[in-house]
Nanobody
Framework: QVQLVESGGGLVQAGGSLRLSCAASGRTFSNSAMGWFRQAPGKERESVAAIRWGYNKFYGDSVKGRFTISRDNAKNTVYLRMNSLKPEDTAVYYC????????????????????WGQGTQVTVAS
């Protein structure tokens, strides 16, 4: 059974930083894409970042230049480093993974992922 477990969320002041981790178990995703999405109260789920098996990285427009996605295939883990956090970054952050090989145009679409974590809350205080 595949499990994705996020950690690292919390409360931070605007301008601060956090690093989220997502540890996968049940199968390896070293040859697959993994990503981060977020959902704020009353809003639709938004793509944040994704990383392909070849370490190509993709970012949503609202986080470009501030967030960095990375992965450690030996640990079957993906990370999201978030800098210069803003109150509008407040949301539940979800890790996602796919056994497939989404093309670049689809890699930031939630429909491309079949495995999801339970989410971790990130709150940015102004």
């Amino acid at each position: 059974q595949v499990q994705l477990v996020e950690s690292g969320g919390g409360l931070v002041q605007a301008g601060g930083s956090l690093r989220l981790s997502c540890a996968a178990s049940g199968r390896t995703f070293s040859n697959s894409a993994m990503g981060w999405f977020r959902q704020a109260p009353g809003k639709e789920r938004e793509s944040v970042a994704a990383i392909r098996w070849g370490y190509n990285k993709f970012y949503g427009d609202s986080v470009k230049g501030r967030f960095t996605i990375s992965r450690d295939n030996a640990k079957n883990t993906v990370y999201l480093r978030m800098n210069s956090l803003k109150p509008e970054d407040t949301a539940v952050y979800y890790c996602a993974a796919t056994a497939g090989s989404p093309i670049a145009q689809n890699i930031l679409r939630s429909e491309s992922y079949e495995y999801w974590g339970q989410g971790t809350q990130v709150t940015v205080a102004s």
